[in-house]
């Protein structure tokens, strides 16, 4: 199978990405063993975070076949290579970097740039991008992403990410949101597996799945 059909199964189960902005490695494999257990398929640590490399290659050894997983705020070229060298199969950025999305793309990697205009949006799926990061989703509103949605090609997966919680997803879903990427609301520095795996249970019963 390859890595874009991995996540497009995974994403299928469950189309939450988990953000550990902040873990650190003697941590990241308990916290990754109770999202998954709660239900989820997609996880991300951020390249901002503490040894991130080393917390992407032990999720990737211990979630494999159960989770897909990969880095967040990768923003070079060089990036990309780091994280597939490290086990990561998606590529996931806070801008539309084309140079990064085409590397990802032509690694066999999964790509999932932010946008926010429909020019980004256009950019990035030229140069093969699998899904779309609505970012930051503050910003914009259930309204701004219908009237996305309307205007890219059909079947393009658009998700929402910044301040999302259980109780704000049903306005983006049914503006036609395909998933969701959570940060602070299920994950915060220091937080326990425990305490993690309550939160991701939480987003899983406001998906309605």
Request: glycine share 12%.
């Amino acid at each position: 199978m390859t890595h874009v059909a991995a996540f497009d199964a995974a994403f299928a189960r469950c189309p939450l990405i988990a953000i550990l902005r902040g873990v650190k490695p003697d941590e990241v494999e308990a916290i990754g063993e109770a999202l998954v257990e709660a239900g989820f398929t997609l996880i991300e640590v951020p390249l901002n975070s503490p040894d991130p490399l080393d917390s992407i290659g032990r999720l990737a050894g211990r979630m494999k076949g159960r989770a897909v997983i990969g880095a967040g705020t990768v923003l070079t070229t060089a990036d990309v290579a780091a994280v597939a060298d490290a086990g990561g199969t998606m590529i996931i950025s806070p801008n539309t970097d084309v140079d990064v999305v085409a590397a990802a793309a032509g690694a066999g990697l999964v790509s999932l740039p932010g946008f926010a205009t429909p020019s980004e949006a256009f950019a990035a799926l030229a140069a093969g991008a699998a899904a779309l990061k609505l970012f930051p989703a503050e910003a914009a509103s259930p309204a701004v992403l219908k009237a996305l949605g309307a205007v890219v090609p059909a079947g393009t997966r658009l998700l929402p990410v910044g301040g999302i919680a259980p109780d704000n997803m049903e306005p983006w879903l049914a503006a036609g949101a395909a998933g969701f990427g959570l940060g602070s609301a299920l994950y915060k520095p220091g937080m326990g597996a425990s305490d993690v795996g309550d939160r991701a249970r939480a987003f899983i019963a406001a998906l309605g799945r």
